[in-house]
């Protein structure tokens, strides 16, 4: 009887550990992270002497987790890319709804350039003068809130980079803990009391959300705790230590935010993968271009219209003055700067002008060019030219030093449009301030005896002072002339058909036929400008003349490359949260085929249990019974 009661009372308790596995998965299916817990029991070993082996019962050894490390591990692996994709692509959707919802700028762009187009069928008209200053102030508004409100994001952006990196070194200390908390309840094994499975459980969960952050390398050490370091090598997490990230303000740009490891090193640029990879790659390659984009549009749109404003003559007869005013290219020392130079930098070359910022760095003399080198942000080298009078140029860049003494090591950045679409603004205010008409007019004489007639007269220096002081020429033969401007009568000068006569007073006149001997033409400031309005068609034209990319490029051509460019990151950001979230739902459900809970499964075992602990119950009653009985018996 005793064995029989024994038999029972090991049942019983299997069936009661059993009956408390079951509830804790049912109690449990909803949990996030929860490992489905399984009851591991054994037959206990029969070693009888009696002749045979009858069994002596049930033994229950442990509660495990229903685990896979690679499936876990791939779940990690997906988090990662899908919070990462997550995170782009919302702010990419920001970004497409920025530039829809700030004001058509291609509309805008349209209304300006027609407004030359009005000014030019009546250039005396006040009225049409006055609505093209005012599509201009429309126009610059555009171009600043758009630059405003990309600039907000980006501060946004640094702020959500701050933020994820606390969330990082809160995970990484609590996976240390926990790393502590499991060795001390015996490890993965577990001691006598079995695996600490709500541990391993609330680990490997904190393990989940660390990789959503950011790429990590999780490592499963010999004692059963796990090693975490980031997507750039460094540890975040090892045993019971954290080591946690920092953000510092960058060097250059103290708005832009670094992140730094344990030991102050910076590796910004490293860091890849989860939401912070996103939000660094978003900052970094399609916010920062998307602002240099725009502002060199804008560049290019003062730039071009005030050069060919100068071209010509406002109502008052004088040289036309720029019409949009924009700051100058930023530079930023870096903060590590032990000199006292200055660096300033000026556009040169609208045409040459790229979308990258640039850091120039000081190697010391006889090095580089001048002393200094210039790569990119991005580390790619840019070739610089030494000018005459010790400035630098590089990407239709003219860069200036001054001031101090410059010491080995000393940086700048040079941002050369990333503030030119804020600070854009109407210079113009006297409507009868545009230059509708052009600033010179050529004429031949009327005593000519050749064939030879006026082609065009063109500004070739607006800057010039003597532009409008007039220049005649004259020829003493089929294929020489005389220039008299500015600089004095040049005589002997040759001439080739097709090709243009240049003059130091700042224009070039381009002749047709054959002029003969003796034959004059005479270059003057237009006195017919209240009726002309070549200047304005020119004016006008300018939508569709190219101005950057060696020339190729019109400005509305670029503003639309810029919503074309923006619109194809953000549908190649959805598509790629489509393809990331079928690939994390996928490895979700592998795992949840091992670990996850099936109620239906444990209700089922849940009556077996119940069952079982019936059974056993009556084993033991009937041992009670048999055993009454005996004692009875023997009583009697």
Same mark, same amino acid.
């Given at each position: 009887?005793?064995?029989?009661?024994?038999?029972?009372?090991?049942?019983?308790?299997?069936?009661?550990?059993?009956?408390?596995?079951?509830?804790?998965?049912?109690?449990?299916?909803a949990?996030?992270?929860?490992?489905?817990?399984?009851?591991?029991?054994?037959?206990?070993?029969?070693?009888?002497?009696?002749?045979?082996?009858?069994?002596?019962?049930?033994?229950?050894?442990?509660?495990?987790?229903?685990?896979?490390?690679?499936?876990?591990?791939?779940?990690?692996?997906?988090?990662?890319?899908?919070?990462g994709?997550?995170?782009?692509?919302?702010?990419?959707?920001?970004?497409?709804?920025?530039?829809?919802?700030?004001?058509?700028?291609?509309?805008?762009?349209?209304s300006?350039?027609?407004?030359?187009?009005?000014?030019?069928?009546?250039?005396?008209?006040?009225?049409?003068?006055?609505?093209?200053?005012?599509?201009?102030?429309?126009l610059?508004?555009?171009?600043?809130?758009?630059?405003?409100?990309?600039?907000?994001?980006?501060?946004?952006?640094?702020?959500?980079?701050?933020?994820?990196?606390?969330?990082?070194?809160?995970?990484?200390?609590?996976?240390?803990?926990?790393?502590?908390?499991?060795?001390?309840?015996?490890?993965?094994?577990?001691?006598?009391?079995?695996p600490?499975?709500?541990?391993l459980?609330?680990?490997?969960?904190?393990?989940?959300?660390?990789?959503?952050?950011?790429g990590?390398?999780?490592?499963?050490?010999?004692?059963?705790?796990?090693?975490?370091?980031?997507?750039?090598?460094?540890?975040?997490?090892?045993?019971?230590?954290?080591?946690?990230?920092?953000?510092?303000?960058?060097?250059?740009?103290?708005? +832009?935010?670094?992140?730094?490891?344990?030991?102050?090193?910076?590796?910004?640029?490293?860091?890849?993968?989860g939401?912070?990879?996103? #939000?660094?790659?978003?900052?970094?390659?399609?916010?920062?271009t998307?602002?240099? +984009? #725009?502002?060199?549009?804008?560049?290019?749109?003062?730039?071009?219209?005030?050069?060919?404003?100068?071209?010509?003559?406002?109502?008052?007869?004088?040289?036309?003055?720029?019409?949009?005013?924009?700051?100058?290219?930023?530079?930023?020392?870096?903060?590590?700067?032990?000199?006292?130079?200055?660096?300033?930098?000026?556009?040169?070359?609208?045409?040459?002008?790229?979308?990258s910022?640039?850091?120039?760095?000081?190697?010391?003399?006889?090095?580089?060019t001048?002393?200094?080198?210039?790569?990119?942000?991005?580390?790619?080298?840019?070739?610089?030219?030494?000018?005459?009078?010790?400035?630098?140029?590089?990407?239709?860049?003219?860069?200036?030093?001054?001031?101090?003494?410059?010491?080995?090591?000393?940086?700048?950045?040079?941002?050369?449009?990333?503030?030119?679409?804020?600070?854009?603004?109407?210079?113009l205010?006297?409507?009868?301030?545009?230059?509708?008409?052009?600033?010179?007019s050529?004429?031949?004489?009327?005593?000519?005896?050749?064939?030879?007639?006026?082609?065009?007269?063109?500004?070739?220096?607006?800057?010039?002072?003597?532009?409008?002081?007039?220049?005649?020429?004259?020829?003493?033969?089929?294929?020489?002339?005389?220039?008299?401007?500015?600089?004095? +009568?040049?005589?002997?000068?040759?001439?080739?058909?097709?090709q243009?006569?240049?003059?130091?007073?700042?224009?070039?006149?381009?002749?047709?036929g054959?002029?003969?001997?003796?034959?004059?033409?005479?270059?003057?400031?237009?006195?017919?400008g209240?009726?002309d309005?070549?200047n304005?068609?020119?004016?006008?034209?300018?939508?569709?003349?190219?101005?950057?990319?060696?020339?190729?490029?019109?400005?509305?051509?670029?503003?639309?490359?810029?919503?074309t460019q923006?619109?194809?990151?953000?549908?190649?950001?959805?598509?790629?949260?489509?393809t990331?979230?079928?690939?994390?739902?996928?490895?979700?459900?592998?795992?949840?085929?091992?670990?996850?809970?099936?109620?239906?499964?444990?209700?089922?075992?849940?009556?077996?249990?119940?069952?079982?602990?019936?059974?056993?119950?009556?084993?033991?009653?009937?041992?009670?019974?048999?055993?009454?009985?005996?004692?009875?018996?023997?009583?009697?």
């Open positions: 009887m005793p064995n029989m009661l024994s038999i029972g009372v090991s049942g019983l308790n299997a069936a009661q550990a059993g009956l408390a596995t079951v509830s804790n998965n049912i109690a449990n299916a949990t996030p992270g929860y490992s489905r817990q399984l009851l591991n029991q054994v037959e206990n070993v029969s070693l009888g002497s009696s002749g045979f082996n009858g069994g002596t019962g049930v033994d229950v050894l442990s509660v495990q987790r229903a685990y896979s490390q690679f499936l876990t591990s791939a779940v990690w692996s997906a988090n990662t890319a899908q919070q994709a997550t995170t782009f692509d919302g702010l990419t959707t920001t970004l497409n709804s920025l530039l829809s919802n700030s004001g058509n700028l291609q509309t805008s762009l349209d300006f350039f027609g407004g030359f187009g009005t000014v030019a069928s009546s250039p005396s008209t006040s009225s049409n003068r006055q609505a093209l200053l005012g599509n201009a102030a429309s610059t508004n555009v171009f600043n809130t758009l630059s405003q409100q990309l600039s907000q994001q980006q501060s946004q952006v640094n702020g959500q980079i701050g933020s994820t990196v606390d969330s990082i070194n809160q995970l990484s200390s609590q996976i240390a803990s926990l790393n502590d908390q499991i060795n001390q309840a015996g490890g993965v094994s577990g001691g006598i009391n079995g600490p499975n709500a541990l459980d609330q680990r490997d969960q904190a393990v989940q959300q660390l990789a959503g952050l950011t990590v390398s999780p490592i499963v050490e010999s004692d059963g705790s796990i090693s975490v370091y980031t997507s750039a090598g460094q540890p975040l997490v090892n045993g019971n230590l954290s080591t946690p990230l920092s953000t510092q303000p960058d060097q250059f740009d103290p708005t +832009q935010l670094d992140v730094t490891d344990g030991n102050g090193n910076n590796i910004t640029s490293s860091l890849t993968g939401t912070l990879g996103a #939000l660094i790659n978003y900052r970094d390659n399609v916010l920062a998307s602002q240099n +984009q #725009l502002g060199q549009a804008a560049v290019a749109l003062a730039s071009s219209v005030n050069a060919q404003q100068a071209q010509g003559l406002d109502l008052n007869g004088k040289q036309g003055q720029p019409i949009f005013s924009i700051a100058a290219p930023t530079v930023l020392p870096s903060g590590n700067n032990t000199g006292s130079a200055t660096v300033s930098a000026t556009i040169s070359d609208v045409s040459q002008l790229t979308t910022d640039f850091v120039l760095k000081f190697t010391g003399a006889g090095t580089g001048n002393g200094f080198t210039l790569t990119t942000t991005g580390g790619q080298s840019v070739p610089l030219t030494a000018n005459p009078d010790g400035s630098l140029s590089a990407q239709g860049l003219t860069i200036n030093v001054s001031g101090g003494a410059l010491q080995i090591g000393d940086s700048f950045e040079i941002q050369p449009t990333r503030n030119a679409a804020t600070s854009l603004a109407v210079s205010t006297d409507p009868n301030g545009i230059a509708a008409a052009a600033a010179l050529a004429s031949a004489g009327s005593a000519n005896k050749g064939s030879g007639k006026v082609g065009a007269v063109s500004v070739t220096d607006a800057g010039n002072p003597a532009l409008l002081n007039g220049a005649t020429v004259t020829f003493t033969g089929p294929n020489t002339y005389t220039l008299t401007d500015s600089a004095g +009568q040049q005589t002997g000068l040759t001439y080739t058909p097709g243009p006569i240049t003059s130091g007073n700042g224009f070039s006149l381009s002749l047709t054959t002029p003969a001997t003796g034959d004059t033409f005479t270059v003057a400031a237009n006195t017919n209240l009726d309005n070549s304005a068609l020119a004016l006008s034209n300018l939508s569709s003349v190219g101005v950057l990319n060696g020339g190729q490029t019109s400005v509305i051509a670029s503003i639309g490359n810029l919503t923006i619109g194809t990151v953000g549908s190649q950001a959805n598509s790629d949260l489509t990331q979230t079928n690939l994390f739902n996928q490895a979700v459900n592998s795992q949840q085929s091992v670990s996850g809970v099936n109620t239906n499964e444990e209700g089922a075992n849940l009556i077996m249990y119940q069952q079982a602990f019936q059974a056993s119950a009556q084993v033991i009653a009937t041992a009670q019974s048999i055993f009454a009985s005996l004692i009875t018996a023997i009583q009697a």
